[in-house]
């Protein structure tokens, strides 16, 4: 099974950027779906964005579309989140997510993955 490791997180203020970066170890993750997902404090866990095995498909939150970007550098076997204009409505903590066998279908479902790391906070203040 593959490892994940976040970092990224930090404190910062509306409208302020952040980039999340995912290492994996343990086997190479070019053929996995991977995905973010965050989870706020009292609320269930929320999918955030995806992209698929060969980088080419991405797909986001509604909440995020346009000022989040997801990209995979798979020679470094890592997955980024780019965050731009983040807002307080973004603070939570930001998981990252892997599967080989993730479909189109269940690729915005936290069931779909296999593989979790330990996740890293991220706190917007207005």
């Known amino acids: 099974q593959v490892q994940l490791v976040e970092s990224g997180g930090g404190l910062v203020q509306a409208g302020d950027s952040l980039r999340l970066s995912c290492a994996a170890s343990?086997?190479?993750?070019?053929?996995?779906?991977m995905a973010w997902f965050r989870q706020a404090p009292g609320k269930e866990r929320e999918f955030v964005a995806a992209?698929?095995?060969?980088?080419?498909?991405?797909y986001y939150a509604d909440s995020v579309k346009g000022r989040f970007t997801i990209s995979r550098d798979n020679a470094k076997n890592t997955v980024y989140l780019q965050m731009n204009s983040l807002k307080p409505e973004d603070t939570g903590v930001y998981y990252c997510?892997?599967?080989?066998?993730?479909?189109?279908?269940?690729?915005?479902?936290?069931?779909?993955?296999?593989?979790w790391g330990q996740g890293t906070q991220v706190t917007v203040s207005s």
């Open positions: 997510a892997a599967d080989p066998g993730i479909i189109l279908s269940n690729i915005r479902e936290a069931r779909g993955y296999g593989s």
């Open positions: 343990g086997r190479t993750v070019r053929n996995y779906g």
């Open positions: 992209v698929f095995r060969n980088g080419g498909y991405t």
